[in-house]
């Protein structure tokens, strides 16, 4: 089971950019998807969840700027980060957990068991 994310950089204040995240080994449809980033020294926090049955959350630090989605058909999540800030500067980190129930998500990172392996964005002010 592995997770595979791309797609991080470094990029100007106001900028976009967009994160996948590509599963092997295994399918993700019956998965619940996330993105957690996380500064040096600070506790990894969670920026948007997709359950299985295709519901959003954001973080409200997020909410707005962030668009999280799936292609079960490409095994794959994005996050689209629009109006990017220098406070969103951090190694963005996907997550899947198996769940029962198509609505079933979890906010904290113990909720998943399989991890990506981090991809960096800058943001420049």
């Known amino acids: 089971v592995q997770l595979q994310a791309s797609g991080g950089g470094s990029v100007q204040a106001g900028g976009s950019v967009r994160l996948s995240c590509a599963a092997s080994?295994?399918?993700?449809?019956?998965?619940?998807l996330a993105w957690f980033r996380q500064v040096p020294g600070q506790e990894r926090e969670g920026v948007s969840y997709i359950t299985s049955g295709g519901s959003t959350y954001y973080a409200d630090a997020v909410k707005g700027r962030f668009t999280i989605s799936r292609d079960n058909a490409k095994n794959t999540v994005y996050l689209q980060m629009n109006t990017l800030k220098s406070e969103d500067t951090a190694v963005y980190y996907c997550a899947a957990a198996q769940t029962r129930y198509r609505s079933t998500y979890f906010r904290g990172p113990d909720g998943y068991a399989y991890w990506g392996q981090g991809t960096l964005v800058t943001v420049s002010s």
């Open positions: 080994e295994f399918t993700l449809e019956m998965y619940a």
